[in-house]
């Protein structure tokens, strides 16, 4: 039995369902290139930066741009994914978040979020969600990506808690990755084919106890 006293989630795909607006946004961009990019080329942006992002969609449209460039498409980008995002409300908290976020309070247990958006404070505040939180690690205070471990190592920082007292829930391969990379324990939410490294794999929040997770 691990010593559970944090928890860290990935917002996206975790919480809340942000992932189809990011689809959308680039999508757009796609578009305006005058390339397709579908649902399935989507799938290898999923916990990745937003730079990496845009390298990955550049190369399935076979573009080449300066670095200029790339920034002002990054911020197109994000421009329209601020745009989509806006106008979110709480009836996009994906099922089971807030009674495994009120269960874990109960019992002392600290919560963090470790995602790369950079857009995780509005979403939270949008969903009404920021005050279940004790830390909020987005991609305004790391520099390193999934499956770099950097955003979860931050999250135990700031809750003052040893990474080994963790645990990570995740909904893609990278982010999984980063959580062994930090000696966490992990939870992968989402397809045990995609996510077969994490210690256990749930369809969604509302397929988890404490006790499972202490348990790990």
């Known amino acids: 039995m691990m010593d559970l006293r944090g928890c860290i989630f990935d917002l996206d795909g975790v919480i809340v369902d942000t992932a189809k607006y990011h689809f959308m946004a680039w999508r757009r961009l796609a578009k305006e290139l ?83 958006s950079k857009n995780a404070g509005t979403i939270l505040d949008r969903i009404g969600l920021r005050p279940m939180f004790d830390a909020i690690i987005d991609g305004n205070k790391i520099h390193k990506a999934k499956p770099d471990p950097e955003v979860f190592l931050r999250g135990a920082e700031e809750m003052n808690l040893p990474p080994s007292s ?41 397929k988890i106890t404490i006790k499972q997770l202490t348990n790990l």
């Open 166 to 206: 963790c645990v990570v829930f995740e909904d893609a391969q990278a982010g999984i990755e980063a959580a062994i990379a930090g000696g966490m324990k992990c939870v992968g939410v989402g397809s045990p084919e995609l996510l077969g490294r994490a210690d256990l794999v749930i369809p969604d929040l509302r």
């Open 34 to 116: 005058d390339f397709t990019f579908t649902l399935e080329d989507n799938e290898a942006l999923k916990g990745v930066s937003r730079m990496a992002s845009l390298e990955i969609l550049l190369n399935k449209g076979g573009i080449h741009v300066s670095e200029e460039e790339k920034a002002r498409l990054a911020a197109r980008k994000n421009g329209w994914y601020v745009e989509f995002i806006s106008g979110m409300t709480p009836d996009e908290i994906l099922p089971g978040s807030i009674k495994l976020l009120r269960a874990l309070r109960r019992k002392g247990i600290l919560t963090a979020i470790g995602s790369a």
